[in-house]
């Protein structure tokens, strides 16, 4: 059956690094007959240049009838002095609340090539491969009631409320669980369960959803430790779920672990596993147009969207395998070049992705 991609370059950077994805899963798409089909829209400033509006119904339309997304970055210096409603970031998150993305896949790897990258040493971090699955449409950044008031006082008063029900806790530990056992089997759910009544009903529901899933080993963990313990000895996760503010911070903590913003990917998934995949990187304006970007965190994205929307972990693990063998070539980009390695563009690092399938 025909998977349907929606292709959203963006802007910046987003352009570049999304030509090479598609060239890998073009390439991929051949060789191993996955029939996939790519349709391109516009998002971000882009959007704006062309509509007026960064999220135009023709994208929208395009996401919604799409199987999957590939999203490369929005923004720019061009827009920044727009009026906030039409702010290229605006078409990304209305984007997320429209497709119901509420599980945000988070992996931090790194690579034994680029543990030097990281500030930690590299004895520490080198293998890391951790994923964070963060709650994304609820919690504490959307709660209500919010806002800052003045009391009686004339004292101003902020305020938010951190609010899960039972059906949001329980769809992200499903797909939390699931993720597990694809990985793994091993889940740390991160939790304040011994002050927040609410992360305390959390994790009554990761224990209830758990004994759905016997074969995945679930644990818990309170925020401030899981912080500590990312720190000092990160390899002991595989998995982590958590709400979305600890997620925010959580992930990214655990992407500096890897020292390197070129080469982290993500995906956020809906109910069914419909998915946008995008870097966690931005459209990067002081380098837009010189053609040094990094694409790997775009083409690890596009081996997420086989993995999580199309179950195709064999063509994912070839293109990760890839990209490791092209990191194992010395190919580096300037963000994660040292001394003793190539040098390459955006394109050749494409290419080495592709010489390396074609080797394997
Ligand atoms: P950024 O991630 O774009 O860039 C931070 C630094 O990392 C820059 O020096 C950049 O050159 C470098 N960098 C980023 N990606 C790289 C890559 N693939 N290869 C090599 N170097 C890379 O963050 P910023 O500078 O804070 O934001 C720039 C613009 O991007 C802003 O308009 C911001 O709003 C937007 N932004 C968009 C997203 C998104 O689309 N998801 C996320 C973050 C920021």
Redesign the pocket.
């Known amino acids: 059956m025909t998977k349907k991609i929606a292709v959203l370059p ?5 352009t570049e ?1 999304v030509a090479e994805a598609i060239k890998v899963l073009d390439f991929i798409n051949s060789d191993m007959a996955l029939d996939l089909e790519f349709e391109y829209g516009l998002i ?1 400033g882009a959007a704006y240049d062309e509509y007026a509006t960064p999220f135009p119904e023709q994208s929208l339309a395009l996401a919604k009838a799409a199987d999957a997304v590939i ?7 061009k ?2 002095a727009l009026d906030i409603s039409v702010r ?2 605006k078409g ?1 998150l209305g984007l997320r609340s429209e497709l119901q993305l509420f599980a945000n896949l988070r992996p931090a790897i790194l690579y034994p090539q680029l543990a030097d990258a990281s500030t930690l040493k590299p004895e520490v971090v080198a293998g890391l491969d951790i994923m964070i699955v963060r709650e994304l449409t609820g919690g504490i950044y959307f709660g209500q009631p919010r806002g800052i008031r003045v009391l009686d006082n004339g004292e101003r008063q902020g305020y938010n409320t951190l609010v899960y029900s039972e059906s949001e806790i329980r769809r992200i530990a499903h797909s939390a669980f699931q993720i597990a056992q694809k990985r793994s089997r091993r889940l740390c759910s991160v939790d304040k369960a011994n002050v927040l009544e609410c992360t305390e009903l959390w994790r009554q529901v990761m224990i209830e959803t758990g004994k759905q899933y016997p074969d995945v080993e679930l644990s818990h963990m309170y925020v401030d430790n899981a912080a500590m313990q990312l720190v000092r000895a990160p390899k002991q996760f595989d998995v982590m779920v958590t709400t979305n503010m600890f997620g925010d911070i959580l992930s990214d903590t655990a992407a500096m672990l890897t020292g390197s ?2 080469m982290l990917p993500s995906a956020s998934l809906d109910a069914n596993n419909k998915g946008m995949y ?10 837009a147009g010189k053609g ?7 083409i690890l994205s596009a081996a997420m969207m086989l993995r999580y929307t199309f179950d195709c972990s064999d063509a994912a693990e070839r293109i990760e395998a890839a990209v490791n063998c092209a990191l194992d070539a010395n190919n580096r ?3 994660i070049y040292s001394t003793g390695m190539q040098k390459v563009s955006t394109v050749q690092m494409g290419d080495a992705v592709i010489s390396a399938l074609r080797g394997n």
Not at 10 to 14: A, H, L, Q, V
Not at 292 to 298: E, G, Q, R, V, Y
């Open positions: 963006g802007d910046g950077i987003g690094i971000g999203l490369g970055a929005v923004g720019g210096y827009w920044e290229p970031e990304l913003i070129g995008e870097p966690i990187h931005g459209s990067a304006p002081d380098i040094i970007a990094n694409p790997l965190a775009t980009t300037a963000d």
